[in-house]
Structures are given as structure tokens and as C-alpha cells.
């Protein structure tokens, strides 16, 4: 008699082992759907920091600057004549260039503004070494909702205003929203500073720099990292995070008063290339 032979087994028909494995194979498309969502989100917020919060302050910040109606520094074409290109750069006719003689080498006399409400704008900043042609409003307060993220550059309120005895301090963004203080590290000892304002130009020079903790608050004091030290010099202080894109850390920079002169009498030739 011939032994009945072992059922056959079906290994498809094994109850636990394909569907734990299609459960598996389940998860991980769901998982990679879910992390390629993520990152397409991700991926488009970085463009809206990085881009569009450029656009949108810079359309805000040249409308704060077309308020304050300041006149344009002239480019007048020097040595031309018809069929000739000039390759030289276009500079200011001399009598556009504010004279000597005007000049107030020191705070002395200097017209200062008083107190202003949050996101007043009441100035500019031009600063040659980031291009003859930088110029950025200057508003009251630093709330980033109220005035670094849509006007740029914001003044700390409570310390000197320009041309005044005491340290004028400004914080601005090093990326996003128009990141008017991005080339901050570039800016070396002697460079120009110029702050106008309807009554006056106000030229510093850099002195020093420095990178400091958050909570270095005696950057901004008014004789710059003495607090409680009286000031007997005008000057001037930008702050900004440190690295780029990230805020461990503050880049200061520092500088003083050389001279100040009355608008509507020319222009510093420190802000027209080639003067």
C-alpha cells in the first residue's frame, strides 16, 4: 500500500508572511509620499524667505524712500560729445559737491532730530563700499513686523539720532526681507557712512567691528561698550545676526562722526563715484 503523500504546501498561501510584507512595502511609499510632500513645502517656503520677502520689502522700502522725497544724487556725464562714448563715470559738476567751507568737523552745531513714533522713516543710509548706488530709508523702532521685516534698516529707540552726541544704532536683516545689512562684514576701517536727513548729511567713518552675543546689549550703549560712561563723541553703530542665516550671533560695527553739512548745498562726494 503506497503511503499517502505530504499535502502539498502553497507558500503564497502563507497567512502572515505577504501581507506583513505588502503592509511593509505600504509604508514606506506612504513614508517617502509624506517626505517628498515635506520637502516640495519646504522647499517653497525657502523660496518665499529668500525671494519674495525681497520683492515685497524692496517695493515697500523704495516707497518709504520715495516719501521722504530726498533729491537723487546727480550723474552728470563728464566729457561727452555726439558719436562719442564716454567710458569715463558719470560724476556731479563740482559746484554739485558740497564745499569745504561748509563742512562741520564735528557734532557741534549738527541739527538733530527729536524723538519719532515706531516706523517713522526719517532718513537714509548710502554706503559707498556696498556701491555708489545703495541707499536705504532709515525708520524709527526695531519690531521685525512692524519695521525691520517691511522698511529694512531700524533705529534703536532711546539712543543718539544722527549727528548727536551719543551712539546712533541701527539694526537690519543680513538675508531676507531686502537684507540691507548683508555685506555688513565687508565694511572696513576709514569707510564711509552717510546718513542723510531733511536737514542735514551726516558722513562717518568706520572705526572698528566686532562679533558678540545676542545679549551684548553694550554695543548699542552710548559710548559704545562702556555703559554708563557719559559720550563726548557722535557716533554710530550697525547691528546685525551672525552668521548669515542664522542668528547666533551679532556682527557690530562701530564708527564716528567726521563732518556734517547743511542740505540743499550740494552732495558728499564720499556717496558719487569718482568725485
Avoid at 1 to 23: I, K, N, Y
Avoid at 79 to 89: F, K, M, N, W
Avoid at 131 to 158: C, F, M, N, W
Avoid at 170 to 198: N, S
Wanted: proline share 9%; glycine share 10%.
Amino acid at each position: 500500500m503506497t503511503p499517502p503523500s505530504p499535502p502539498e504546501v502553497d507558500a503564497d498561501a502563507s497567512p502572515t508572511a505577504r501581507p506583513t510584507r505588502r503592509g511593509l512595502d505600504h509604508g514606506l511609499v506612504l513614508l517617502g509620499e509624506i517626505l517628498i510632500t515635506a520637502g516640495v513645502i519646504l522647499g517653497l517656503f525657502v523660496v518665499w524667505q529668500l525671494l519674495y520677502t525681497d520683492v515685497q520689502s524692496g517695493r515697500t522700502q523704495s516707497a518709504a524712500l520715495d516719501e521722504l522725497a530726498f533729491p537723487e544724487v546727480p550723474r552728470v556725464a563728464a566729457g561727452t560729445s555726439a558719436g562719442v562714448i564716454d567710458t569715463q563715470p558719470e560724476v556731479p559738476e563740482i559746484s554739485e559737491l558740497i564745499p569745504d567751507m561748509l563742512k562741520v568737523y564735528s557734532a557741534a552745531g549738527a541739527p538733530v532730530l527729536g524723538a519719532q513714533s515706531e516706523a517713522t522713516t526719517f532718513g537714509a543710509l548710502h554706503v559707498p563700499r556696498w556701491g555708489y548706488d545703495y541707499v536705504k530709508p532709515i525708520s524709527e523702532g526695531t519690531s521685525r513686523a512692524r519695521v525691520l521685516d517691511p522698511l529694512g534698516i531700524g533705529h534703536y529707540a532711546g539712543t543718539a539720532m544722527p549727528g548727536g552726541v551719543g551712539n546712533f544704532s541701527m539694526a537690519g536683516h543680513r538675508t531676507t526681507y531686502g537684507k540691507p545689512f548683508t555685506d555688513i562684514q565687508d565694511l572696513q576701517a576709514g569707510d564711509a557712512l552717510v546718513v542723510q536727513t531733511d536737514a542735514a548729511w551726516y558722513v562717518y567713518r568706520v572705526t572698528s567691528s566686532e562679533i558678540v552675543e545676542p545679549s551684548y546689549v553694550a554695543a548699542i550703549a552710548p559710548t559704545p561698550g562702556q555703559p554708563g560712561v557719559a559720550p563726548t563723541v557722535a557716533s554710530i553703530t550697525l547691528t546685525a545676526c551672525h552668521p548669515r542665516y542664522s542668528a547666533a550671533q551679532r556682527y557690530i560695527v562701530h564708527g564716528e562722526l567726521e563732518y556734517w553739512a547743511p542740505t540743499g548745498y550740494g552732495y558728499p562726494s564720499e556717496i558719487v563715484e569718482g568725485a
